[in-house]
């Protein structure tokens, strides 16, 4: 590293310290010529090839006005869009590679848009799946429910009562009525 007071081209590491959550490196040097100091921030720049083939650096504050737009209108506050952006740079820094292709950089943000707000995710998923009929919303429509009812949240919609549970979590036997008769069938 070149000296910024005496142009010598080299210098000493006299202590380094990570900021910004690793993301950064601040390195406090010496110059062995004229003995001043000064610091350096070192930053892994992570680059995003687009479709055209450009390069360019990757850009938190994209993701933010992307997902931002998403959600206009949407209960959803600066803050959780700020973590999601977050979120979304950790993982593709954790990927450990220079350079990632923007489809997945898009990639990582449907999975915690569609967590945070699933009108968002549809809106955010119909553009960058360039949906172009009525099916294509169906399909993704029906994917999201199909999600939704999985083993991992007891097999209920999220609208949809689960059995009547006794006093321990049992269900007791009892199942609810398919007729719609109000009566429940054990």
Not at 62 to 74: E, I, N, P, S
Not at 127 to 152: G, K
Not at 172 to 185: I, K, S
Request: net charge neutral; with cysteine.
């Amino acid at each position: 590293m070149r000296c910024p007071y005496c142009r010598h081209s080299d210098s000493r590491v006299v202590d380094s310290r990570e900021a910004d959550d690793g993301a950064l490196i601040r390195r406090r040097r010496s110059c062995p010529e004229c003995g001043r100091r000064f610091t350096t921030v070192e930053e892994a720049i992570l680059a995003v090839v687009k479709r055209s083939g450009v390069t360019e650096p990757f850009s938190r504050a994209k993701v933010v006005a992307g997902v931002r737009k998403a959600c206009q209108g949407r209960p959803v506050d600066e803050d959780s869009i700020a973590m999601l952006a977050q979120r979304v740079e950790e993982t593709i820094r954790a990927r450990g590679v220079a350079e990632v292709p923007s489809h997945e950089v898009g990639l990582a943000i449907l999975g915690p848009l569609q967590e945070l707000d699933e009108v968002a995710y549809l809106r955010f998923a119909s553009v960058y799946r360039s949906f172009d009929t009525l099916e294509d919303f169906e399909q993704e429509i029906s994917a999201l429910r199909t999600a939704r009812d999985t083993p991992a949240n007891g097999g209920y919609l999220a609208s949809a009562h689960p059995p009547a549970q006794g006093r321990h979590g049992h269900t007791n036997g009892r199942q609810p009525d398919p007729a719609g008769t109000g009566r429940e069938r054990t």
